[in-house]
């Protein structure tokens, strides 16, 4: 994956992506001397991209785009749905200039069973993001798989399962998209997660345990970057915190209460804190 260095996910500044949010969080990114944005796209469709494309090229700053599937298009009920979405999005994301789309693109925020996914239900979606990341191929772009945690996606929790995707699609451009806030819960030993998608692991969310400001909260930091200086990694790592949450989204990441008390906050004492982190460990 070609996006390296230290980004800033767009939730920070706005959940839906417009020409506001453009205007407002592309200069943010010059100001605080971010390498890369990660634009989520809560509706890809109504994105302008010539807009953000342009404005990105004049401030010199790259970009990957997110997002995670309708729960009524998904590989597991509606393949063909996820399929045209997935084009969709990946064409927009092009458009735009991103390096990747990436995030819960295997599936949604939001879909559970109630039981381990089954064996029927990996090999559907493993079918449809084999075909996705073969278009985003087609477009010069990767492809990213993150592991959530069990409230928010029962496919994908940990790092070994989005390894062992990867490896039944077997597609160069896939990659594995870690999280700091869902390894907390769901990984046995933060470092272990990371060492085990080694080979895969492309981009990772540093998150705060609450979601909040990075160092004000449970997260084992050293922890994370010794295991990502042990090996050698070179991808993007990318500050999230959801300062900005309307309420469809709120509901599926259960964020409904304030998780700093500011932007100013997480962007002021969050990102340096991990930028130093960072040196220490020569990853930058």
């Keep these: 994956m070609s996006?390296?260095?230290?980004?800033?996910?767009?939730?920070m500044w706005a959940m839906e992506w417009n020409r506001e949010a453009a205007e407002f969080a592309i200069p943010e990114a010059v100001k605080h001397k971010i390498d890369f944005l990660e634009i989520t796209m809560l509706d890809p469709e109504g994105v302008d991209a010539d807009h953000t494309r342009a404005?990105?090229?004049?401030?010199?700053?790259?970009?990957?785009?997110?997002?995670?599937?309708?729960?009524?298009?998904?590989p597991t009920n509606n393949p063909d749905g996820a399929l045209e979405f997935l084009t969709m999005a990946l064409d927009k994301s092009k458009a735009i200039g991103a390096k990747a789309l990436s995030g819960v693109i295997y599936g949604g925020i939001g879909q559970r069973t109630g039981v381990?996914?089954?064996?029927?239900?990996?090999?559907?979606?493993?079918?449809?993001?084999?075909?996705?990341?073969?278009?985003?191929?087609?477009?010069?772009?990767?492809?990213?798989?993150?592991?959530?945690?069990?409230?928010?996606?029962?496919?994908l929790n940990t790092a070994d399962q989005a390894v062992a995707l990867c490896e039944k699609v077997g597609a160069k451009n896939v990659f594995?998209?870690?999280?700091?806030?869902?390894?907390?819960i769901e990984e046995k030993g933060l470092g272990n997660g990371i060492l085990r998608a080694r080979e895969f692991l492309k981009y990772i969310h540093l998150s705060a345990s609450d979601r909040g400001t990075p160092g004000r909260d449970t997260i084992q930091w050293d922890e994370i970057f010794v295991a990502l200086a042990a090996i050698?990694?070179?991808?993007?790592?990318?500050?999230?915190?959801?300062?900005t949450v309307p309420p469809q989204v709120a509901s599926a990441l259960s964020v409904w209460r304030p998780v700093a008390p500011s932007r100013e906050e997480v962007l002021g004492e969050g990102l340096?804190?991990?930028?130093?982190?960072a040196k220490q460990y020569g990853l930058i």
């Design 55 to 74: 404005l990105l090229e004049k401030h010199e700053v790259e970009c990957v785009c997110s997002l995670g599937l309708p729960l009524d298009k998904l």
């Design 232 to 243: 050698g990694f070179k991808g993007g790592m990318a500050m999230e915190s959801f300062i």
């Design 176 to 184: 594995v998209h870690l999280d700091t806030y869902h390894m907390n």
């Design 3 to 11: 996006v390296s260095g230290f980004g800033v996910h767009t939730a």
């Design 116 to 155: 381990a996914p089954t064996e029927a239900e990996i090999d559907a979606t493993a079918r449809v993001v084999e075909k996705a990341a073969a278009y985003a191929a087609s477009l010069g772009m990767d492809y990213g798989l993150e592991a959530v945690n069990r409230y928010e996606n029962h496919i």
């Design 272 to 277: 340096p804190f991990l930028r130093n982190k």
